[in-house]
């Protein structure tokens, strides 16, 4: 397929049941985040659902590039994101603010975390931080091909009961993995798997108390805002941008600014590397 095809209609031949409608991300079902860290085989995992055709352009203020795409899957369109390569959440970089805001206050219905089979130990940094904010995702191990060649094999389903989510083994490139992803994106989104996340932040006794009258607090302040306990832990660790979200009263509606307030005009089409 060239760079300039449209992928309006075009299936993939080994299942009828996804289609990839490259840049067509109207009137959709659900939101997709694809979250991981650089070099994990991200973008790749991106082409392979969405048909090697994507809007990017900035994010709202920000240098950090956006992509964006659109796939249809047993009759129901997802819009999946692509955010910035990162190692962290913790807004010590414009890319690690844009990931984290958008996971967190996007409330994207799926997270799809690509780790590294190869390196999956470094990689599990990233998502034990995504778990913390996201009740919903998708653990995308990819790169089973490398760590094979390695002599690295993962065991998908013990990590999956560890983490709490899915674990779906692929070899992105070659295809391997996407027809299962798929479905676990789709039970996860429609609520078939109901995700327990992991959720590893130990925080001591003499803090406890606060947290919890903190996260009392917030909800009051924010009805329905997601994962308000996390959002107390950062403001008690001092996060600038946590705090002026809320003395601005922006938090209640951060998600909305996420998700719309960047400029379409400014969009255009690209193939990022992973």
């Given at each position: 397929?060239?760079d300039?095809?449209?992928c309006?209609?075009?299936?993939?031949?080994?299942?009828?049941?996804?289609?990839?409608?490259g840049?067509?991300?109207?009137?959709?079902?659900?939101?997709?985040?694809?979250?991981?860290?650089?070099?994990?085989?991200?973008?790749?995992?991106?082409?392979?659902?969405?048909?090697?055709?994507?809007?990017?352009?900035?994010?709202?203020g920000?240098?950090?590039?956006?992509?964006?795409?659109?796939?249809?899957?047993?009759?129901?369109?997802?819009?999946?994101?692509?955010?910035?390569?990162?190692?962290?959440?913790?807004?010590?970089?414009?890319?690690?603010?844009?990931?984290?805001?958008?996971?967190?206050?996007?409330?994207?219905?799926?997270?799809?975390?690509?780790?590294?089979?190869?390196?999956?130990?470094?990689?599990?940094?990233?998502?034990?931080?995504?778990l913390?904010?996201?009740?919903?995702?998708?653990?995308?191990?990819?790169?089973?091909?490398?760590?094979?060649?390695?002599?690295?094999?993962?065991?998908?389903?013990?990590?999956?009961?560890?983490?709490?989510?899915?674990?779906?083994?692929?070899?992105?490139?070659?295809?391997?993995?996407?027809?299962?992803?798929?479905?676990?994106?789709?039970?996860?989104?429609?609520?078939?798997?109901?995700?327990?996340?992991?959720?590893?932040?130990?925080?001591?006794?003499d803090?406890?108390n606060?947290?919890?009258?903190?996260?009392?607090?917030?909800?009051?302040?924010?009805?329905?805002?997601?994962?308000?306990?996390?959002?107390?832990l950062?403001?008690?660790?001092?996060?600038?941008?946590?705090?002026?979200?809320?003395?601005?009263?922006?938090?209640?509606?951060l998600?909305?600014?996420?998700?719309?307030?960047?400029?379409?005009?400014?969009?255009?089409?690209?193939?990022?590397a992973?």
């Open positions: 397929m060239s300039n095809q449209n309006d209609s075009c299936a993939v031949p080994h299942k009828a049941s996804l289609v990839r409608l840049i067509d991300m109207s009137d959709t079902d659900f939101i997709i985040a694809l979250a991981g860290n650089p070099n994990t085989g991200k973008s790749t995992v991106f082409n392979a659902l969405t048909g090697l055709r994507q809007h990017t352009g900035n994010w709202p920000k240098t950090v590039s956006r992509a964006e795409g659109a796939f249809i899957y047993k009759d129901q369109k997802y819009k999946i994101v692509d955010l910035p390569g990162t190692y962290s959440l913790l807004s010590t970089s414009t890319d690690e603010e844009v990931a984290r805001d958008f996971i967190l206050f996007g409330q994207p219905d799926v997270t799809v975390i690509v780790v590294d089979a190869y390196r999956l130990e470094r990689n599990l940094n990233l998502a034990l931080q995504v913390e904010i996201t009740d919903k995702a998708v653990l995308c191990l990819n790169l089973v091909d490398e760590a094979k060649r390695h002599n690295i094999f993962v065991d998908e389903r013990s990590l999956s009961r560890e983490l709490g989510v899915p674990v779906v083994p692929a070899a992105a490139r070659q295809g391997v993995g996407i027809a299962e992803l798929l479905k676990n994106i789709s039970d996860v989104a429609n609520g078939r798997y109901v995700c327990k996340p992991r959720r590893i932040i130990d925080i001591p006794s803090v406890k606060s947290v919890d009258v903190l996260t009392k607090q917030i909800l009051e302040e924010f009805p329905g805002l997601p994962n308000a306990r996390w959002v107390a950062r403001l008690l660790e001092g996060d600038q941008r946590i705090i002026d979200a809320v003395k601005s009263g922006e938090l209640g509606d998600g909305r600014k996420v998700e719309h307030e960047f400029d379409e005009e400014k969009l255009n089409e690209n193939i990022p992973d």
